[in-house]
């Protein structure tokens, strides 16, 4: 079994029915709750947002060793968690009794920073898995070490998460050489209830209150792999009583959409969840999505982003993350991708890590998920007086992770937010001249500013100097206006006028004489909107109202970006039509919102009958007295303003990576 041609192979056909997701199981995070791996008794109410406001979600983020091992990546990790209401999942895979020391200490600094902690534990590297089941000696060595490490995790959260296995069978040694092979996935349908038996009941014995949930490789669950797999895992499991209380899941869209587009890999991650919780009786499911570039050199975009979002939540997850890889690799495919990894990163070392080397997308995936578990609309950017906030330090010379802002909450204590600027060297060299913008992103109002008075304290570490503050300004914190700390570095616009609150600091960040700032906040005199899109307002007040309406999906509309075939020869609307299943009408009847460039034009929101389908498969076709005029058109999955692209910005898509355009495409004609 090849890895890269198995998870490369078509995705399904055909969408999957969501029918019954409102009716989903949620895992319950109340203090006291008895989970110990039975059925959870919670019930979520809504499907497409995950049936909770922020305070119930179990949202989380995903700690490696290299995250959580390394002092200053793992505080900084730890309070972007806690700011966020985010629990920390810590991964050990293999962990034993000499590692209780390390992940104690890991878990005093979540309880520090008030994160709830989970653990992933239970991957089989000491011994095999025929092992397991046949050397009774082995197996209590493993199980007598899993029980110590329970017990540790236990004292401190009691009523956590524990997650056994790893990607099995990808992870761990299903069969005694370690391969991902096909006797590996026997051994997992056959062994694998008696060993996730045999280790929960060993968990449960010294974390009885603990919900302990089960990690199967992705292939395994998806319609268009091999779901029976997790099928007859869990038909084992339910024979011995031993359901797991949740299932955790992650999807890397970056293997499916390289090679079959967006929607097929839309239909993997619904399919992955929906089965999930289907053959575990309605438990739980969370979701690891993909925010970093995977081994195939692939970033994804702000749309991957937002689609592995939608899916996951629409098909019923109960919590979402986001994976931050810990080694550097530069990208070489994706379609669009967002801040794509270049430049001189370090690729090895503690601090190197999507946290490190692509901030950006990270905390965009996670401001997504934020928004979305808000159930924000598509507002106008302004945001409101309690709505959350963007803090950004605006100076020069910044160093890696030398600067600790803290700010001070509504108890009247210091908390610590971060480090910054945050960068690893040579990544990503912002500004000019050593200018930099350093954002802290999503900082609740009630939290921080409950009296309209946001106050914030910069320490600098030992032989740090050099570093000046110019200013530091509090910014609406608003998804479809997101600006990477790269492009606000570049704004050369007066700032203040778009900020809730500003104070200009120009001073010197000297070690051992903390700086000090306070802004009085307010309302802006100007929107988001005009300092991230000045010169596309009208296009995005459109969509605004197209995405405003109650019966809006993003799934039943599209964008089309037409190329002309000279320059400065964009088609009159009225003169080009789309042929669909509904009929034909003229694309100035179809969509009132474009975006032109001299070699290409962009229509937005387009209705999904105005294609039409061949052999069941999307189809694209264009008429009319204009029709000469066209080299090329793509119908392209909804972007949205969430992930707008400005018709300048799909033509130079094109013409960096067609290939990749052409995969991306519901449908294409020319070229």
């Not at 000499?98 to 890991?106: F, I, N, Q």
């Not at 370690?178 to 060993?195: H, K, M």
């Not at 050099?466 to 910014?475: D, K, Q, T």
């Amino acid at each position: 079994m090849d890895r890269r041609g198995f998870l490369g192979t078509t995705a399904a056909t055909g969408a999957l029915s969501l029918a019954g997701c409102a009716g989903v199981t949620e895992l319950g995070r109340r203090p006291g709750a008895s989970l110990g791996g039975g059925a959870p008794d919670r019930t979520a109410t809504e499907a497409g947002s995950g049936g909770k406001g922020d305070a119930d979600a179990a949202d989380f983020v995903w700690a490696e060793q290299a995250l959580w091992r390394d002092e200053r990546v793992r505080e900084n990790l730890f309070a972007f968690a806690g700011r966020h209401d985010l629990a920390v999942v810590i991964a050990k895979a293999d962990a034993g009794i000499d590692d209780v020391p390390a992940l104690e200490a890991a878990f005093a600094v979540a309880e520090r920073h008030g994160v709830e902690a989970w653990i992933n534990v239970g991957v089989l590297k000491s011994l095999d898995a025929t092992a397991f089941v046949a050397d009774g000696e082995a197996r209590r060595r493993h199980l007598d070490g899993l029980a110590t490490v329970a017990a540790s995790y236990a004292d401190a959260f009691p009523n956590g998460r524990v997650i056994l296995w790893q990607e099995a069978p990808v992870g761990g040694r299903w069969v005694e050489s370690g391969a991902w092979n096909d006797q590996a996935v026997s051994n997992l349908e056959r062994l694998g209830p008696r060993i996730f038996a045999d280790q929960r009941e060993q968990v449960a014995e010294v974390a009885p209150e603990a919900a302990v949930g089960i990690f199967v490789h992705f292939p395994y669950l998806v319609d268009s792999k091999q779901p029976k797999t997790f099928v007859e895992l869990t038909d084992g499991l339910r024979a011995r009583d031993a359901l797991p209380a949740f299932t955790f899941t992650d999807f890397y869209r970056g293997w499916y959409a390289k090679d079959v587009g967006p929607e097929p890999a839309n239909r993997a991650v619904e399919s992955l969840v929906s089965n999930a919780r289907t053959a575990t009786d309605g438990r739980p499911v969370t979701f690891l999505g993909q925010a970093h570039t995977i081994d195939p050199r692939y970033t994804p975009s702000k749309q991957d982003i937002w689609m592995d979002l939608r899916a996951a939540l629409g098909a019923g997850a109960e919590g979402v993350g986001w994976y931050a890889r810990t080694a550097y690799i530069p990208t070489e495919r994706g379609f669009d991708p967002f801040l794509p990894n270049r430049g001189p990163a370090a690729r090895d070392g503690p601090h190197a890590s999507t946290l490190t080397f692509a901030r950006d997308r990270y905390q965009y995936a996670y401001t997504a998920l934020r928004s979305k578990r808000r159930r924000e609309g598509a507002g106008s950017g302004n945001g409101s007086k309690t709505a959350p906030i963007d803090l950004w330090l605006v100076g020069r010379d910044f160093s890696f992770y030398d600067h600790r802002l803290s700010a001070r909450t509504r108890d009247g204590e210091w908390t610590f937010l971060g480090d910054f600027e945050g960068y690893l060297d040579g990544n990503y060299p912002y500004g000019r001249d050593g200018r930099s913008v350093s954002i802290f992103r999503g900082l609740p109002h009630e939290r921080f500013a409950p009296d309209g008075r946001l106050e914030c304290r910069v320490k600098t570490r030992p032989r740090s100097d050099g570093a000046r503050l110019s200013a530091a300004l509090a910014m609406p914190a608003n998804i479809a206006c997101f600006l990477t700390e790269g492009a606000a570095a570049a704004v050369d616009r007066d700032l203040e006028r778009f900020s809730a609150g500003h104070a200009t600091v120009d001073e010197p960040l000297t070690a051992g004489d903390p700086t000090t700032v306070a802004l009085d906040l307010g309302t802006p005199d100007r929107s988001m909107e005009a300092l991230a899109f000045p010169d596309h307002r009208a296009q995005r007040r459109r969509l605004r109202r197209l995405e405003s309406r109650s019966d809006f999906s993003p799934a039943e509309v599209f964008d089309l970006w037409v190329r002309t075939a000279r320059a400065n020869d964009a088609p009159d609307p009225s003169a080009l039509s789309l042929v669909g299943d509904s009929g034909t009408r003229g694309l100035g009847e179809a969509s009132t919102t474009v975006s032109t460039v001299p070699d290409g034009s962009v229509f937005y929101g387009l209705p999904r009958d105005a294609l039409g389908h061949e052999d069941g498969s999307p189809s694209l076709e264009l008429a009319g007295d204009a029709r000469d005029r066209v080299s090329s058109a793509y119908a392209m999955p909804y972007a949205g303003l969430v992930a707008f692209r400005p018709a300048g910005t799909a033509m130079r898509v094109l013409d960096t990576d067609p290939e990749a355009a052409r995969t991306y495409a519901i449908a294409v004609v020319g070229e």
